[in-house]
């Protein structure tokens, strides 16, 4: 089973317009963390937003925030303003306990995000 | 440098061929990472590694072996390798704690004919 979920395959959003980006995540454990990466068509993998399960505040980043529900479990990215280069793919990831007793970061499958000028 | 690299950045290679790629980083970080990317699947957990001599399996690991004698190093081997192992495979680390994020390597294009 799925346990990082992105519905969204890809999504257009005009220029200085908010967007937002859905990620719904499975896990048991009681203390896990929420991640979002920005790959961008040059490959390589930016870190944006981290959610701790026990954070009791959204976390934000400058034009990034992470909307986090926890009983809906979701945690969706919030783009503030968008921007031309904020053209890319977007990964949410959680970091969970493993079979073996260790933390294991599983990622979904991406949502590609255009901003049109 | 610091930081974390992947050898080779693109190989080729046929089918039933043995092929390790490599990962070094420099941070001493205890966790490191091996993902495939392929379209439509997003990024797909191999094997992952807590420490040296610590590795576990993720989401794929069949046809895939890893060993990690030193912190630094965390290669991955395809034993025999087929053509659904085209792919590009990501390398990452990160820190012990609960807050740090992934660092990744630049990727290495494997293709497989």
């Known amino acids: 089973a799925q346990k990082i979920t992105q519905t969204q395959p890809g999504m257009f959003v005009q220029e200085k317009e908010a967007v937002t980006l859905d990620c719904t995540y499975d896990t048991s454990d009681q203390s896990y963390g929420l991640f979002w990466y920005k790959q961008p068509s040059s490959g390589e993998m930016i870190f944006l937003i981290y959610q701790g399960s026990y954070d009791e505040q959204n976390a934000t980043e400058g034009r990034y925030s992470l909307n986090f529900q926890k009983a809906r479990k979701s945690a969706n990215l919030v783009i503030s303003a968008s921007q031309l280069g904020d053209s890319a793919m977007y990964f949410c990831?959680?970091?969970?306990?493993?079979?073996?007793?260790?933390?294991?970061?599983?990622f979904g499958t991406g949502t590609k995000l255009q901003v049109i000028p | 440098d610091a930081g974390i690299t992947q050898s080779p950045r693109y190989k080729i290679t046929e089918t039933g061929r043995q092929v390790t790629l490599m990962c070094h980083q420099t941070w001493s970080h205890s966790y490191m990472f091996w993902y495939r990317q392929d379209l439509g699947h997003g990024l797909r957990l191999i094997y992952y590694s807590a420490a040296a001599d610590i590795t576990d399996k993720g989401e794929v690991p069949d046809g895939y072996v890893v060993s990690r004698s030193k912190t630094e190093n965390f290669p991955l081997t395809l034993e025999s390798a087929t053509r659904s192992q085209t792919s590009v495979y990501f390398c990452a680390s990160r820190a012990t704690g609960l807050g740090h994020e992934q660092y990744f390597g630049p990727g290495t294009r494997l293709t497989v004919t």
């Open positions: 990831a959680m970091r969970e306990i493993g079979s073996g007793g260790y933390q294991k970061v599983t």
